[in-house]
């Protein structure tokens, strides 16, 4: 158990020069298994060799990150994506709030999250947590990043 | 007809990212911008490709929950889920001119899907045989539709 992010949204680094120094918005900590922070953290893990990220991980804390434990919260975490990013789409179909991200978000990126969650049925569950991880964009990708 | 409805889409998209992008400096206008491109992109597919999509999908799921209620009739306990798809079904085909629109109906009968597939007693009916009968029809209706959506929705939305 660890204190826990919860979730690592886009552009929460605050960085100095070419390290991370802190992160911003806590506002979904918990107490929790560390490797959810890892699977949450959007993207992140595809900026440098996974294998090699996961292990400066391990190496700064001092305890093991169990990979089927990883690959749990990288599947959870596309099904509770689909669900949370759905709900935002109501406010679209109402007529209530007609920005063009609750589109792209709530129903675009939804339809991608049902797509890879239905073609993971019949995985295990780490096949099911690698294809997850290589169907989703990094958004990171056209971010400019120094260093790793 | 030429330029055809994707053609002039494609054509919007390209100067939207090409002419207009460049020149804007607020974050959230160019998020705005970004969205707004996928999503044309995603018309564009549609006007290609919904119809038909829209089309099999209807008499796809029909017979399935034809063969869904043919199951249903032995077990009593299921009638009012019975009598719920009985309406539906007793509507007109797929492409009758008294039909309504094809968006209407495959959400009439997606809403029977969900219902059914919510219905804790028939999940685990023979062994949970209908419950695959229906997530074998969203397989397909994945299959069907991912040419909608992908690779349009996979980049960044923001």
Known sequence: ?148 | MRPTTPELISAIVASLERQVAPHITDKWAASALRSAAQLLNHIALRTQGEAQVLEADNLDVRQVLATVLARLEAHAEFSAARRAVEGVLAGPESGAPTAGGPEDRNESYQALVEMLLNHAAIRVLEQGAVHRILRDYLRRRLKREYSLYFPVFTSPPF
């Open chain 1, 1 to 148: 158990m660890s204190l826990c992010k919860g979730q690592n949204g886009i552009g929460e680094e605050i960085w100095r020069d070419d390290k991370i120094v802190a992160f911003s918005d806590w506002e979904l900590a918990n107490i929790g298994d560390p490797c959810q922070d890892l699977a949450l953290s959007q993207g992140m893990l595809k900026l440098w060799d996974r294998g090699k990220i996961i292990a400066h991980y391990e190496r700064a804390a001092g305890f093991s990150l169990p990979a089927e434990n990883i690959a749990f919260y990288l599947v959870w975490n596309a099904f509770k994506s689909m669900l949370v990013l759905n709900n935002g789409l109501r406010c679209f179909l109402s007529g209530q709030y007609r920005g063009l991200a609750r589109a792209t978000l709530g129903y675009g990126k939804v339809k991608i999250y049902e797509h890879l969650l239905g073609a993971i049925l019949d995985m295990d569950l780490e096949e099911a947590a690698e294809f997850i991880v290589q169907g989703q964009p990094n958004p990171y990708h056209n971010k400019k990043v120094s260093g790793g």
